[in-house]
């Protein structure tokens, strides 16, 4: 079956710890984004990258940092510095990076630090 | 600033009736629209798009209309089902590579 697997669906961690969400796609997608969901907001682009090596800030990339080291994966580090991490994080994918394809999302991560 | 606006929070309809979900946009380059459906603790799935070139496409029980000048999407369901109750999200996007999402439409379907 393809699709997007993000692992784990909860995390917790303590204020000032970096935390790594996992981001894994099967569907041979040439582009992957990290989108951040808060109550009440849309979501909101925070990386995106559009081939192996390469990838760019979206709207709120502070506090965030990002590797495509390969095709499949597209791991997020929420570091110390993003002032506020607690939310819902989704990955998606799509055939490539451009305005007329579908993305394809992940079941998310809910990250709590307290 | 909201480039992408859903006004509405939250939608009850009847079962069997029609469900129409709003979505408006500033941005006049934007020129691909999609609506998503989204399930708690879940993440959102794409349901249907629409390039600027058309004024209507549809699929099954979901119509989604353009109106450019007005700068306004909307999608209609029909007829309305339970297992349609969802958060809905509308998103555009232009020349860039990005994708601009509204807040969201939590539409209850009543049985």
């Known amino acids: 079956d393809g699709g997007i697997t993000q692992s784990p669906k909860y995390l917790f961690r303590k204020e000032g710890q970096n935390v790594t969400l996992s981001c894994e796609q099967n569907l041979n997608h040439d582009a992957m984004y990290w989108y951040r969901q808060d109550p009440g907001q849309g979501l909101r682009l925070i990386y995106y990258?559009?081939?192996?090596?390469?990838?760019q800030k979206g709207d709120i990339a502070e506090g965030y940092s990002v590797s495509r080291e390969k095709k499949e994966s597209f791991p997020l580090t929420v570091t110390s510095a993003q002032k506020n991490p607690t939310a819902f994080y989704l990955c998606a994918s799509s055939i490539v990076a451009r305005s007329n394809y579908e993305q394809y999302f992940g079941p998310g991560t809910r990250l709590t630090v307290t | 600033d909201q480039q992408v606006k859903q006004n509405s929070p939250s939608l009850s309809v009847q079962e069997g009736r029609i469900s129409i979900l709003n979505c408006d946009y500033t941005n006049s380059m934007f020129d691909y629209f999609l609506w998503y459906k989204k399930y708690p603790a879940e993440g959102p799935t794409f349901l249907i798009s629409i390039s600027s070139i058309k004024d209507k496409n549809e699929d099954g029980r979901f119509t989604v209309f353009l109106n450019k000048s007005a700068k306004h999407l909307s999608l209609h369901i029909v007829p309305s089902q339970p297992g349609d109750s969802a958060v809905y999200f509308c998103?555009?996007?232009?020349?860039?590579?990005?994708?601009?999402f509204g807040t969201g439409t939590s539409l209850t379907v009543i049985p």
């Open positions: 998103a555009a996007s232009g020349t860039g590579n990005q994708f601009y």
């Open positions: 990258s559009q081939i192996v090596n390469d990838f």
